[in-house]
Nanobody, 125 residues
């Protein structure tokens, strides 16, 4: 029901900034939670930040004070502003949509855990 397309990744020097965007499209009524996760080389996927439709945010300790997540509900788009980037921020960043409300023709239902294809962020030291 949901397609997620990320953009904004790339190569940046340590201390620099990048802004990721993720646009959701498809047949749905609303998305409760959108977020960003990352998978560093050789490691498991981990939480970066999430934001609900009402604006409540949650951040991983490693990015607090440096990254800011925001959301435009009218555009079904979530952003991640990344400042003061470090080499250890190098990873594939994935957009996530969770608790998606959709109308099935007879009633509203909820679907969970949709993922984008990922965008590479590389921070050179």
């Amino acid at each position: 029901q949901v397609q997620l397309v990320e953009s904004g990744g790339g190569l940046v020097q340590a201390g620099g900034s990048l802004r990721l965007s993720c646009a959701a499209s498809g047949r749905f009524f609303s998305i409760n939670t959108m977020g960003w996760y990352r998978q560093p080389p050789g490691n498991q996927r981990e939480l970066v930040a999430t934001i609900t439709s009402t604006g409540s945010t949650n951040y991983a300790d490693a990015v607090k004070g440096r990254f800011t997540i925001s959301r435009d509900n009218a555009k079904n788009t979530v952003y991640l502003q990344m400042n003061s980037l470090k080499h250890e921020d190098t990873a594939v960043y994935y957009c996530n949509a969770d608790r998606v409300k959709y109308y099935s023709g007879t009633k509203f239902s909820q679907a969970y855990d949709f993922w984008g294809q990922g965008t590479q962020v590389t921070v050179s030291s």
